[in-house]
């Protein structure tokens, strides 16, 4: 089985009277592709930073491989981060950038001449070795970040939003670059983010905060298709998220209409959110359908037609391949398997401000 | 953590140290200005404020300061407007002809105070008479290339395309320089001002070799003055100068505070 | 038409630059190679070579260097605190350490014969302490500390600028890598500052050299600076306006070495500072 190799405990963070982090715990195996996501303010990057040592938390421990490092300094520790905004050393060469840590570590000059060598390859740079930082790319700038952190052999990598500053082409191509990297390092990467279609693509378990608070942690598939509560499933893609009612086992109230599902054990009409994802809409005739609405507008979005429907005094959000044009009736049906139903948050504190 | 304490410790000492070596001698003025001891202002002869009360009869002094402020406001003036003005003429030329402006720019800054002041007279004594007007224009020189230097980065910066939005927009092309592009500038002109008006008030080396006889700056006032024992005046002076900079720092840094916390 | 209308503006400033920069330094040229009867000579340029005048050029040259050198020394560690300081809160403790430079220069100064005269500050407060006098008044040593005092804030200024401009991130980046605090400031934040080291030490250099007002002031006549000489040649009773143009264009020309020579050195420098 995989290994525990960071283990947060208890850990408190606040900058004046703002509470950051709220007594999280969190713990992180080796080789995993691990991804912090959540809106700016939820206390992703601070969790980084607390790891990598640039932050000191209020209370709590942080374990390092068995470890206590928590009073660490970040020189101390054998992890390296990969910044937002690169963090090159404006004055040196590339390869005196890449060979930074390796003279700290007084490694022999064979030595590192190999290691430039191996990092630059797979970076995909080969022959950069004697250029400046500021005659390079956003994204080749961003690759040498990574090249300086990992010739230093650490068992984790931070990433800090690393692909924040580039376009959405080049973030695609990093996207695989990597994964790609990962896999033949064979180290940790934590990876915090606040973009979820890149936290879907590259991770093997998502942390998905918000507000100081862990609020799902799973594989993607877990967090896109069973949303823990009305904050993930908003934030992880688009969804039509309802006040609903659980009448009981496999059986939902849903705008006053009753939709079967899959789910149980939520109780007795328990008021419950549900979580339909757009592309699970089936729009059919008004006869067929559950509920019956009108489509109010109809969007040509490239791999699908995006349309609103208005049925039960609620707007519906439908991804289908086929358009049915603004002002005709249809009917609205679901998989019962498609229906994600949610217990309501409990606290103020959690249920926050949605995106957009 | 304990290394970080005694850093933040020695860091504070250092700082104290610093802040009593600059103002240690500013202290030194403002006991003298309140020294009884009419001559030797070294040797403490008992309280008196009389050096206030003669400051405001001193007909000396208060022409001086009158000069002195009248040839830093000017001066001051022409400079930010000249300099202001070729920083928007050089947005629209070639680099080189730039480059060639402000290298001319930097000669005045980087030359020698005392080669500037010799340049200058050599050149009014041959044509006019030197007057409060060459002194004028003599601090000008002498401090113009401070706006250019501190409007040029802005001007450099300038968001060309507002500026050809107002043009499109039919603006003509004072209308635009006016409404979009100096309010952009001012910045960095307010800063140039301040500079100018200071190394104004500062100088005396170009003062000393331009100035008429008869009139006198601070500079040049105590500079001939000091020999036969300052007058208690001039220390007074000096420490309401003092005192009046010291509250508008503090007014300032008070309103940039308030304005921080309405901000957030 | 529309950069026609800009460039116009540039004329009256290129015009003041050429009337009354670039024409008086012409007539300094025109002055320092010719003699009174306007003949052609080299004698005022060759005269800085006669001791009288290459004595005061050398001790001008070493004293600013050692104003310099002062200045450096205090202002780079000041301006390294104040980096840590301000960025958390605003820039009121950073004007605190450039306030005096709103007192007039030669208020300044005075203020320093007030504390190094012999009955002085200085000597009052060793007395106190039971300690013999030190008599500095008329001094290398005072006009250095006078000049030192003038200029340090230009030094203090371009340095923490150039200090405030290093990304945090660059720096935590470094202590990521594993860099300790010598380290970083080794490899890291001296070398990013040299552009501001630079202009700080232009802007006290070049006045310190050429002062003549503060070695009069506190050096009381026993200090005879280049700045003196080519005063006294304008302004004594042997005024000679040829030869003090002739010394003030050796006292540019000497300038214009040191800069060339500094920024060479500069440039070694840099290249041999990374391991």
């Known amino acids: 089985m995989a290994k525990k190799l960071i283990d947060l405990i208890d850990i408190s963070k606040s900058y004046g009277n703002k509470l950051i982090l709220d007594d999280m715990n969190l713990y992180m195996n080796e080789n995993r592709f691990l991804t912090l996501l959540g809106p700016s303010g939820c206390g992703k990057t601070t969790t980084l930073r607390i790891i990598g040592g640039f932050e000191t938390p209020d209370t709590g421990r942080v374990i390092f491989d068995g470890k206590d490092i928590t009073q660490l300094p970040p020189n101390e520790r054998q992890l390296n981060t990969v910044f937002q905004k690169y963090a090159l050393f404006p004055h040196m060469t590339i390869e005196e950038n890449i060979a930074f840590g390796l003279k700290i570590k007084k490694k022999s000059r064979a030595y590192i001449k190999d290691k430039i060598k191996y990092a630059l390859k797979l970076v995909n740079l080969d022959g950069y070795e004697k250029r400046m930082p500021d005659s390079l790319s956003g994204g080749q700038q961003q690759r040498i970040a990574i090249a300086r952190a990992i010739v230093n052999e650490p068992k984790v990598l931070l990433l800090d939003e690393p692909l924040g500053a580039l376009d959405l082409k080049l973030r695609q191509d990093m996207q695989y670059e990597l994964i790609r990297l990962k896999n033949e390092l064979g180290i940790t990467f934590i990876y915090v983010t606040h973009d979820q279609e890149e936290a879907l693509t590259m991770s093997d378990t998502i942390v998905v905060m918000n507000q100081g608070y862990i609020q799902q942690i799973g594989t993607p598939e877990d967090i896109y298709n069973e949303p823990q509560n009305a904050f993930v499933a908003d934030f992880i893609g688009e969804s039509n998220i309802i006040d609903s009612v659980m009448l009981e086992d496999k059986l939902v109230e849903i705008l006053g209409t009753r939709f079967p599902c899959v789910d149980v054990g939520f109780g007795r009409n328990q008021p419950v959110d549900v979580v339909i994802r757009p592309e699970d809409i089936v729009l059919t005739e008004p006869s067929d359908g559950i509920l019956q609405g009108r489509v109010l507008s109809g969007i040509f979005k490239g791999v699908h037609y995006e349309m609103e429907v208005e049925a039960n005094g609620f707007v519906w959000l439908v991804h289908s391949t086929v358009l049915k044009e603004p002002g005709t009736q249809v009917g609205i049906w679901v998989d019962p398997f498609n229906i994600q139903i949610m217990n309501k948050p409990e606290s103020e504190d959690e249920e926050v401000e949605v995106r957009e | 953590m304990v290394k970080k304490k005694i850093r933040g410790v020695f860091s504070r000492c250092y700082l104290g140290l610093i802040l009593i070596i600059l103002y240690l001698p500013i202290l030194m003025l403002i006991i003298a200005s309140v020294n009884a001891s009419p001559r030797n202002k070294a040797i ?117 395309s507002a500026y050809e939005a107002a043009i499109d927009l039919g603006a003509t092309f004072p209308y635009a320089v006016w409404k979009v592009v100096l309010p952009e500038l001012m910045p960095g002109i307010l800063t140039g001002f301040l500079l100018a008006f200071t190394m104004s008030l500062d100088d005396f080396s170009v003062t000393y070799f331009t100035k008429a006889p008869g009139i006198h700056t601070m500079s040049t006032m105590i500079n001939a003055e000091y020999r036969r024992g300052i007058q208690t005046e001039i220390y007074a002076l000096s420490t309401l100068v003092f005192l009046i900079v010291l509250l508008a720092l503090f007014l300032m840094n008070r309103r940039s505070r308030t304005a921080q916390r309405e901000g957030e | 038409m529309r950069k026609l209308g800009a460039r116009i503006l540039a004329g009256p400033y290129m015009i003041w630059m050429l009337v009354f920069t670039i024409i ?71 004007m605190i350490f450039i306030l005096p430079m709103w007192m007039n220069f030669m208020l300044r100064t005075l203020a320093w014969r007030l504390i190094l005269l012999n009955n002085g500050f200085l000597n009052q407060a060793l007395n106190i302490m039971d300690m013999d006098p030190i008599y500095l008044m008329n001094t290398k040593t005072a006009v250095i500390l006078g000049t030192a005092y003038d200029y340090f804030p230009f030094m203090v200024l371009p340095i923490y600028n150039a200090l405030v401009k290093i990304d945090r991130d660059v720096i935590q980046a470094a202590q990521d890598l594993g ?26 250099l070049v006045p310190s050299m050429s002062e003549f007002v503060i070695a009069s002031m506190l050096g009381g006549g026993k200090v005879y600076m280049i700045g003196n000489v080519i005063e006294q040649a304008f302004n004594s009773g042997y005024a000679d306006t040829h030869l003090g143009c002739g010394l003030s264009l050796s006292l540019m020309g000497l300038i214009i070495i040191s800069m060339i020579a500094y920024y060479f050195f500069d440039r070694g420098g840099e290249g041999s500072a990374l391991w």
């Open chain 3, 24 to 94: 008086p330094l012409l007539l300094i040229l025109y002055n320092a190679f010719t003699n009174t009867g306007g003949q052609f000579t080299l004698g005022n340029v060759a005269a800085i070579a006669d001791p009288v005048n290459a004595g005061p050029l050398w001790l001008s040259l070493k004293m600013s260097v050692a104003v310099t050198g002062i200045c450096l020394i205090l202002a780079f560690p000041l301006a390294l605190i104040l980096r840590q300081i301000s960025s958390d809160k605003n820039s009121f403790i950073v």
């Open chain 2, 44 to 160: 403490w002869q008992g309280f008196s404020l009389q050096g206030y009360v003669d400051l405001f009869e001193n007909e000396t002094i208060r022409q001086a300061l009158i000069t002195t402020l009248l040839l830093a406001a000017g001066a001051g003036l022409i400079a930010t407007v000249l300099g202001t003005m070729v920083c928007i003429g050089m947005m629209g030329m070639r680099k080189r002809t730039r480059a060639a402006i402000m290298g001319v720019t930097n000669i005045p800054l980087l030359n020698a105070d005392i080669v500037t002041g010799i340049a200058l007279m050599l050149l009014f004594s041959r044509f006019v008479e030197l007057s409060f007007w060459t002194m004028l224009v003599a601090h000008v020189t002498l401090i113009i290339p401070y706006v250019t230097l501190s409007v040029q980065p802005k001007a450099a910066q300038l968001n060309m």
């Open chain 3, 179 to 204: 860099a300790g605090d010598w380290v970083i400031l080794g490899r890291i934040i001296l070398p990013l500052s040299i552009p501001g080291i630079v202009s700080g030490i232009t802007m006290v």
